[in-house]
């Protein structure tokens, strides 16, 4: 049947990393006993934002000031349900599908075929000029899917991670959008609301890795701004920029979907019931079962649990010696192994940045599941 819940992987290997979603089987990386060739992989940077908010800008500092050799991907994916689109880079001549040197040390692409394949190929044949790829969405994209593409693309999986998500905030009128729940001020800028209450702006937050507060030379004061976004997303930084002006430590290297992320928990002060952050803090495991209950309660909440939506999940599982990191956006998670146990954490702990989440609620599911002897 077409929706049935794949069945979980009982034996992985070392270095075993769980890749799945709701249609799909479960699958894994198999370890080959047989030394290889190690095989580079490029880490790629999501840069997300609405229209104006200044990812361009924030992209030529990037060319400016990094000794890498960058490669920049603008892309026009509209409908965030359709990945499967052509990759549209900012250059007037006719499409090619090859690196141009656009300056700075950067390199850009222009490709007109399928977006997943362009990219592949582009990798593929330019592995040995680039060393870091920056990839811009359109200001109305939802990050979601494009994220979810580089997990589930073998292809892109094999030479291509994903470093981050960075969202540039528009300090002038990010207000004015989280506020809008009837949406008038989304139509006035042509901008699209999703759902009532909830607009890209929001899902572009939850997803972020790292926020940039943009133009914040425009405001007496982001105090606010970022009571705001803290009560959407308690896990991303955020700093203050003008004109895309940034330490690029602070965007780039982030190894956000790695074995060692950490996980911030701040208490913010300001409650947005449609997209929130929520941390459950529960015990070290006493056996190594805790990890199948603990994988049986996360599929439980994608794919079967009605009435609450997460964008974007984070977890730290630890039994004795054995450290594994859960990473998750949408219905799609990773669990990576052999983790690092960071220094002063006492336990294990889940982040779900989700809509219509309870605290309470998930952690009376999570103990129910804990406490199921299978």
Known sequence: M??????????????GIIRTEKITT???????????KVNKKIPITIVTGYLGSGKSTLLKQIGLKSKKRLAIILNEFGDSSVIEKSVTIQDKNDSVEEWLDIGNGCLCCTVKDNGVTAIENLVENSKEK???ILLETTGIADPAPIAQMFWLDDGLASNIYIDGVVTVVDSENILKC??????HWHKEHDLEQVEDGITTAHLQIALADTILLNKSDKIESSDEIKRRIESINQTAPIYATSFGDIDLDKILDLHAFDFNTKLINKNASFHDNRITTIAIDFPFFNDASGFKKVENFIQYLLWEKEGIEIHRLKGLLVYKNDVRVVQG?????????????????EGNKLVFIGKDLDREELSIELHRFLDDNI
């Open 26 to 36: 479960t699958s894994y990386e198999p370890v080959s006993s047989t030394p290889t």
């Open 130 to 132: 680039i060393d870091y």
């Open 178 to 183: 989280l506020d809008d729940v009837g949406g």
């Open 329 to 345: 956006v949408r219905d799609t998670y990773e669990i990576i192994e052999n983790g690092t146990l960071i220094e002063g954490v």
């Open 2 to 15: 077409e929706d049935e819940i794949p069945e979980l992987v009982t034996d992985l290997p070392t270095n």
